[in-house]
């Protein structure tokens, strides 16, 4: 999409992006909660870390995302 003028909208992630990330992080915590049932408590361990890690990395996103949008004075949607 063309803006005229000096500014142009800087590329977001988007939608699917997210929810690929999501969905990610919901897949491992299903696979460490069905290994902690079954008593596999290393596949489970690994699993939880990974999902842990991967929801503070996208909490840290959205937060940056969110005070770039605020900085640029985008309201939010």
């Known amino acids: 999409m063309y803006v005229p003028g000096p500014y142009r909208p ?3 992630t988007t939608d699917l992006e997210e929810r690929t990330m999501l969905g990610w992080i919901l897949t491992l ?6 290994a902690g049932l079954l ?4 596949i489970a361990g690994a699993a939880a870390g990974i999902a842990k890690i991967l929801f503070f990395v996208f909490l840290a996103l959205l ?3 969110l005070i770039a949008r605020a900085v640029r004075g985008t309201p939010p949607v």
């Open 10 to 12: 800087i590329k977001t």
């Open 29 to 34: 915590l299903i696979i460490a909660l069905i």
């Open 39 to 42: 008593g596999f408590t290393g």
């Open 63 to 65: 937060v940056i995302a």
